[in-house]
């Protein structure tokens, strides 16, 4: 297979040939260590690659001339059964790593069944992503898109050069991630007019994740897809364009962790099938500590992308392409 060489590559089809043979070439060499189950981080770097892989067709769809075998919808189911084991490999590292060490003696001894529980559900996890990764759907995906890399078929649109088409993808994309609802959670647009968030006290935080914790995890997932189809182009673009991509990798990750810590202390209540106060009382404080941590340093990206000046830049860099 001649591969493309980034300097020449000018068409949008030439593009999506790169990000679609390079996430799919990552997807496969971690594949047999998953199936082997040899190390939690094998399974964490197939699924990046199969997620970057699906925003990769999904991103260039416009341009591609793909087989139905190998649609994003194909890609995001396998993505999903191999994200159930990964969720689970990250409470449990989350637990062993990051809050069993600072816990009494009786918490410690506590949490024995959550891990018990733990290791019961990585196991039918695990069966799961081996039965999806040895099944006919996901073989007949690899075998597709092998066939469609040693000879692809494009689009019309794909002759295009890519300086010319890069704004129309990235920009609805985009829109869709600053028009989010969860911006505006915390902030009372109607009492004050003021597009500062409120500083709120711990309890009240709490509060507010109960009501719109699902929002805010909506906008994580918005920020992680608009992360990875702007990775697709950094070669085209200035470095301020990194820049923005950089915030969306930091908006991913704390609204992450305060995610993973809600998850948590969901998990942990049902596994002691009691309030976790009372069954773990520090490891429960401990958890709405981070929570508000994360918090208040979301805030600071929140009130930053609230402003209209960001929000024009923003829009503004997608408009000004390198060069390259």
């Given at each position: 297979?001649?591969?493309l060489v980034?300097p ?6 030439e593009?999506s ?9 990552k ?6 260590a ?9 399974l ?10 699906r925003t ?5 769809t416009?341009?591609l001339d793909?087989?139905?075998a ?5 890609i ?7 994200g159930s084991?990964?969720d689970l ?7 062993h790593?990051g809050y069993q060490?600072?816990l ?14 733990l ?8 069966t ?5 990764l ?18 692809p ?22 829109s ?5 609802p969860?911006w505006l959670?915390?902030?009372d ?11 709120l006290?711990?309890a ?16 994580r997932?918005?920020?992680k897809r608009?992360?990875?189809?702007m990775?697709?182009?950094t070669?085209?673009y200035?470095?301020?364009y ?15 962790d ?5 998850v948590l202390?969901?998990?942990l ?6 309030d976790?106060k ?5 490891l ?6 981070n929570?508000?941590k994360?918090w208040l ?9 609230l ?5 024009q830049?923003?829009?503004q ?7 390259n």
């Amino acid at each position: 297979m001649n591969k493309l060489v980034l300097p020449q590559t000018k068409t949008i089809g030439e593009w999506s040939y790169l990000g679609i043979e390079k996430h799919f070439q990552k997807m496969l060499s971690h594949e047999a260590a998953v199936l082997q189950d040899r190390d939690p981080e094998q399974l964490h770097q197939m699924r990046i690659g199969m997620r970057r892989l699906r925003t990769a067709v999904t991103s260039f769809t416009p341009a591609l001339d793909l087989p139905k075998a190998a649609s994003e919808k194909q890609i995001g189911k396998i993505a999903r059964i191999l994200g159930s084991l990964r969720d689970l490999d990250v409470l449990q590292e989350t637990l062993h790593k990051g809050y069993q060490p600072k816990l009494p003696a009786k918490e410690r001894k506590a949490l024995k069944q959550a891990y018990v529980y733990l290791e019961k559900k990585r196991c039918k996890a695990l069966t799961q992503v081996r039965e999806a990764l040895q099944g006919k759907p996901h073989q007949k995906l690899k075998q597709t898109l092998k066939r469609w890399l040693k000879k692809p078929t494009y689009k019309e649109i794909a002759q295009m050069p890519a300086a010319a088409v890069l704004p129309d993808l990235l920009l609805p994309i985009v829109s869709s991630l600053l028009l989010h609802p969860a911006w505006l959670v915390g902030v009372d647009l109607k009492d004050t007019g003021s597009q500062t968030p409120k500083q709120l006290k711990p309890a009240a935080v709490e509060s507010l994740l109960a009501l719109r914790g699902a929002m805010i995890h909506d906008l994580r997932k918005q920020a992680k897809r608009v992360r990875y189809q702007m990775n697709l182009f950094t070669e085209l673009y200035s470095p301020t364009y990194k820049d923005y991509v950089e915030d969306m990798k930091q908006i991913q990750g704390i609204l992450g962790d305060i995610q993973d810590s809600m998850v948590l202390d969901e998990f942990l209540n049902s596994v002691f099938d009691s309030d976790l106060k009372h069954k773990a009382p520090q490891l429960a404080q401990l958890l709405q500590a981070n929570r508000y941590k994360s918090w208040l340093q979301w805030q600071t990206l929140q009130q930053n992308y609230l402003k209209p000046e960001t929000r024009q830049a923003f829009r503004q860099i997608l408009l000004t392409e390198s060069g390259n």
